[in-house]
């Protein structure tokens, strides 16, 4: 092994030693060798960097029939418990019936082929030009400026239409924003809100003359609804014109990253009329049953910065009774729990009329999907879990069941038969 591939192996070794510890994470030598330049973030990068550790370790997974306890797991599993799990090196020797110095030497082994892996991908990465990923690239903008906060929306879509102002007079296009003086605040943020306004109004006004711009915002359920519609004479009589949502790319993006939706709605020999949602400040509870306390310290760093509030027990009764109690907008559940078998739990939680319409994510090592869907679960993560398919599994669970407090981030429908359209009066 040459020097530099040896002092990346304990780079290696030393991430994974700090793989939930993001203020390691972000400054860390791999994370300019591992994530690509366009994620400049700091937190995001760190955060790059532990999906890239993840997967890396995923990719010596020797596939579901395999036992744990077999010679071609022992290596996958050393490094999945002793750096996702949190064991002691004493602890994953007895799970895997060996001693501990055998553990080491595999566990050496396995760390090993997990360094060549990302060795691989750093030259790989080196060697290929950089290219434009469409909607990746703007995900990864988004995610580099995104600083989640609550603010007024009146004034942030003020501040954008006296930017633009001047242009508007030049195309003679009159502007206007219709919001109730209680709306209440945004939690998103503002670089991303502005952005949205800024390519939605100028790609209109671009497209239009002699006419105007109505924008419309009102509170529903706990989002804000906006409406924004177009008249006037369209460019497209004196040249080709792009279709809108096409023009509309960033916008679609960056709403879906605030946790809103989009879409269009044609309106014949016109512009279509756009609409799209935002999240107020309001948190949805998630209940997370799972007898793995690191577990909870995991899903609580995933879900930092997005409207979620998570309470956790390591007890399958109990999460029950939380379920009754707080009537969570959705449960996660372990179904490998010592006390009680998770699957019964999984049965009680969709049978009993108080929680059955609580949607449920199974969160396993097993891979039972088919089982898990049976017993009425409504989405399965293998563990490890990582940050953007927590975030998507409640996305989808919550987007096929709306809790009447919360409407998940991230799906939008760029349709006019979207439910999520205002009502006209």
Not at 101 to 129: D, F, K, Y
Not at 163 to 174: D, F, K, T, V
Request: hydrophobic content about 40%; charged content about 25%.
């Amino acid at each position: 092994m040459t020097t530099e591939k040896a002092n990346f192996t304990r780079q290696v070794r030393d991430a994974l030693a700090h793989l939930y510890d993001y203020s390691c994470l972000q400054i860390h030598p791999l994370a300019s060798l591992l994530v690509d330049d366009d994620v400049a973030s700091q937190q995001t990068r760190g955060q790059e960097l532990r999906r890239a550790l993840l997967q890396a370790i995923e990719a010596l997974h020797p596939g579901p029939n395999v036992p744990f306890r077999s010679p071609e797991r022992r290596g996958y599993a050393s490094l999945f418990c002793r750096y996702v799990e949190g064991q002691t090196p004493a602890e994953i020797a007895q799970s895997l019936a060996i001693s501990e110095r055998q553990l080491r030497r595999e566990h050496g082994q396995a760390l090993g082929a997990v360094a060549s892996i990302l060795w691989n991908q750093s030259v790989e990465s080196q060697e290929q030009p950089a290219q434009n990923q469409g909607p990746d690239a703007l995900r990864r903008e988004a995610n580099r400026v995104m600083s989640w906060e609550e603010i007024e929306l009146r004034e942030t879509v003020e501040g954008v239409l006296s930017s633009i102002a001047g242009l508007a007079q030049r195309r003679g296009m009159a502007l206007s924003l219709e919001a109730p003086d209680d709306l209440p605040r945004v939690c998103a943020s503002r670089t991303l809100v502005r952005q949205i306004f800024f390519n939605l109004l100028g790609r209109t006004l671009q497209r239009m003359a002699d006419g105007r711009i109505a924008m419309e915002a009102r509170l529903r359920g706990d989002r804000i609804a906006i409406r924004v519609t177009a008249a006037g004479k369209s460019e497209a009589t004196v040249r080709p014109l792009p279709p809108l949502e096409e023009e509309l790319s960033v916008s679609f993006q960056f709403v879906e990253s605030l946790g809103g939706r989009m879409w269009l709605e044609p309106v014949p020999g016109q512009e279509p009329v756009v609409h799209f949602t935002l999240p107020t400040a309001a948190q949805a509870t998630v209940l997370a049953i799972d007898d793995n306390e690191g577990l909870f310290r995991l899903f609580e760093r995933y879900l930092a910065q997005h409207r979620y509030r998570l309470v956790g027990t390591q007890n399958g009764d109990r999460g029950i009774e939380l379920a009754r109690e707080l009537r969570p907008a959705v449960i996660t559940l372990d179904v490998m729990m010592p006390d009680q078998d998770g699957w019964e739990t999984l049965q009680t939680l969709c049978t009993e009329p108080l929680t059955r319409d609580i949607p449920v994510i199974v969160c396993t090592v097993l891979d039972e999907p088919e089982l898990a869907f049976s017993l009425g679960a409504r989405a399965y993560l293998k563990k490890p879990i990582e940050r953007a398919d927590l975030l998507s599994a409640l996305e989808q669970v919550l987007n096929q069941n709306p809790h009447p407090l919360f409407t998940a981030p991230g799906a939008h429908r760029r349709d006019a038969e979207s439910p999520e359209k205002p009502d006209e009066g």
